[in-house]
């Protein structure tokens, strides 16, 4: 129809106006992650409010495991629709359409993969978690359902990178936010006037997933798609789309791995009360991390297909304008952190003085990681975006795992307890410096190439 022609019309990665095109992505981009987090984060309230404090205490032991899902299906979805977008820039519909192809194979196999395995060993997967007997009987009744719905979670963060891509991010919000606020209420119904407890709690996260599944699917009956499946890949595009998203798995995976490390410290420097305070600023870290993650998914597709077109000022431009929002971003929560930490950790519990006590100067000490995530997220999406996925993979592996790592263990050690909550600002810190100079390298090599 005609209405669809102006649509469209209307979005022109290559050639509209960089600031305008990324200001229609940025808003539904941090509207999706947003979102996300909230899944989580209603969760852990109403669970927090339902069943107690040892309900948090479980849940987070199962947050990695939601971590691994979302990020096997970023892992294809980022991976391929950067390529798709890349192919798309260089007006090759034929290799867009095996990106996308082989993604979505890929993410189905994993999907199989992950039901056998969880289905088979739960028990020790959840007892190397941290499992006890205080918390056995949530961890099962909450977990055995999150595992079960596993295939969703995977397409969800599938879907929502593609059809992001395909120039439909007010779709992909409108997904994510119907699946999330239908989680919320999901979650007070099954928990409180049906008490089904845990249980409740992990069966609203799934069916919450489902409706977002459901609209995203929407978008492949709309005329404006152009994501087209075809059986004629070569296996090999699977490996590629793996690699180039490679960096977007270690990214969400690395959440789950820091609140594994920490939750061990914690446990073993301060105990339960520990992992509670933590509780409350991992769920912190989760909202900020959105919306950072939201202003580098806007400028991901524009960056993308203009390499693709080789329009590389207009990538320097996309990259300039989001790392002005990334930076007001840093400072805003970091400021929080340290002028109202008691109003953060009450948004989560209702505080006894004790954790308080513990909890008000964790958020300020966290809190100054906030200053510098945004723009290492944004370096991470960059390498990605004009395909150095090298860089992409050193700088999220650095920052989410290696240097967050050592630090967790080393500066206890040096200065006590303090030390845990500072070890993810030193390691943002040290990660920044390590993305400038990959990107300095980059465009010395670029200009030596061009030049």
């Known amino acids: 129809s005609k209405e669809d022609m102006m649509k469209e019309k209307k979005l022109d990665l290559c050639r509209d106006q960089v600031t305008s095109v990324f200001f229609q992505f940025l808003i539904p981009s941090i509207g999706a992650t947003l979102v996300n987090s909230i899944y989580i984060l209603g969760d852990t309230i ?25 990020a096997t299906g970023m892992m294809f979805g980022v991976g391929g629709s950067v390529l798709f977008s890349f192919d798309k820039g260089r007006k090759d519909e034929a290799a867009a359409r095996e990106h996308f192809s082989a993604a979505l194979v890929g993410t189905v196999i994993m999907a ?28 099962r009744s909450y977990g055995r359902i999150l595992t079960a719905g596993c295939p969703v979670f995977l397409l969800s963060s599938f879907l929502q990178a593609f059809v992001r891509n395909d120039r439909a991010p007010k779709v992909a919000m409108a997904a994510v936010i119907t699946g999330g606020v239908s989680n919320v209420i999901l979650d007070y119904i099954f928990m409180f006037p049906m008490k089904m407890g845990m ?15 459901a609209i995203l ?15 004629h890949f070569r296996l090999k595009a699977i490996g590629e789309v793996a690699v180039n998203g490679l960096s977007s798995f270690i990214l969400d995976l690395s959440s789950g791995v820091v609140i594994l490390l920490f939750n061990r410290q914690l446990l073993y420097w301060v105990g339960d009360m520990g992992v509670m305070v933590y509780g409350i600023v991992s769920n912190s870290v989760l909202m900020v991390n959105s919306i950072s993650n939201g202003i580098s998914q806007a400028s991901q597709p524009l960056m993308a297909v203009n390499n693709g077109a080789g329009l590389q000022e207009r ?10 929002f990334s930076v007001g971003t840093g400072i805003f929560f970091t400021a929080l952190g340290l002028l109202a930490p008691a109003f953060v950790v009450r948004v989560f519990v ?13 958020v300020r000490i966290y809190f100054l990681a906030f200053l510098t995530t945004g723009i290492n997220l944004l370096l991470a ?24 790592g050592i630090l967790v263990y080393l500066l206890p050690l040096l200065v006590g307890v303090d030390g845990i909550w500072a070890a993810m600002p030193v390691a943002e810190f040290l990660a920044l410096i390590l993305g400038i100079l990959m990107k300095k390298r980059g465009k010395r090599k670029n200009s030596r190439e061009n030049g």
């Open 350 to 362: 209702l505080p006894t003085p004790e954790i308080l006590a513990m909890a008000v100067p964790a």
């Open 112 to 139: 199989i993969f992950y039901e056998i395995v969880c289905g088979l060993y739960f028990d020790p997967i959840t007892a190397f978690l941290g499992r006890n007997e205080a918390m056995d009987e949530m961890v």
């Open 381 to 404: 999406t960059y390498f990605q975006s004009v395909l150095m996925p090298g860089c992409a993979l050193v700088l999220s592996l650095c920052r989410g795992v290696i240097f967050s």
């Open 315 to 324: 990538v320097n431009q996309t990259f300039r304008l989001a790392r002005r």
């Open 46 to 70: 109403l669970v927090g409010r339902g069943v107690g404090s040892m309900g948090i205490a479980a849940l987070n032991l199962l947050l990695p495991v939601f971590s691994l899902f979302f």
């Open 217 to 231: 699917l929407s978008h492949f009956f709309s005329s404006s798609n152009t994501l087209k499946f075809t059986r």
């Open 199 to 213: 249980a409740g709690g992990a069966l609203a996260t799934v069916l919450g997933s489902v409706i977002t599944v």
